[in-house]
């Protein structure tokens, strides 16, 4: 992610993360693609002197201030994750010069810190026969439905019936209850959840789960202690 933006601290080397990139594309040579792996990293920080008219009687300082060097604390040279994400294409003549701070927030400040993509529930769906479904019908049944929640069973002497095999794929689409709405009937286990969340990446989805879980037990233990 590339962004200058600071919250309420100062930028600092607990904070902040400082890449430059400066590239150019010579003056009749071919395109030339930049790519995130060519981010060098600022250990010392910003080495950008801050040069707005508000600030022009102190060019001397930059864009962090740094109480020391993040080589001192960091076991190994920090990196973009990824070193193949093109960044852009320069014509002839063009130059890129940047620095790029990743500075260091929460979800709650502003939406560009979450680690969370997505996240959405459902409620575990429940599909139950009615009657038992056999033969040709039970066919019909089974290629009826998209994503195969229902499975043929032999009874022998030549006779199947349809059985509810993966309940959890069901989409709630209703196309079952098209064929046979007196005999398909679906409905929702109210306590039973499925949870679904995409990851930015920061965090695994199961991390995310669970500390979000516990901001909520904070928040439940905070309103409880509160009432009593
Ligand atoms: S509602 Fe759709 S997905 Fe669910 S069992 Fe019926 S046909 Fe399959």
Redesign the pocket.
Known sequence: MLFLSFVDDVPNERNTIVYKLHVSCEKGSQRLTVKSGQLEWLPEGSQLTMASPAQSGDNQRTYTSFGQSQQNTSERPLGVKYNDITIARLGPGQAIELEAHAVKGVGKVHAKWSPVATAWYRML?E?VLLKEIKNGDAEELVK???????DIEDLGKGEKRAV?AK?R?????????R?ADDQ?E?RRVRDHFIFTIESTGALPPEVLFTEAVKILEEKCERVISELS
């Not at 009826?144 to 229902?150: D, G, I, M, S």
């Not at 794929?169 to 209850?177: I, K, N, Y």
């Open positions: 769906p599909v009826r439905c998209p994503v195969n929640v229902f509810v309940p794929s069901c989409t709630l689409c209703r196309e079952c209850v064929l398909v679906l």
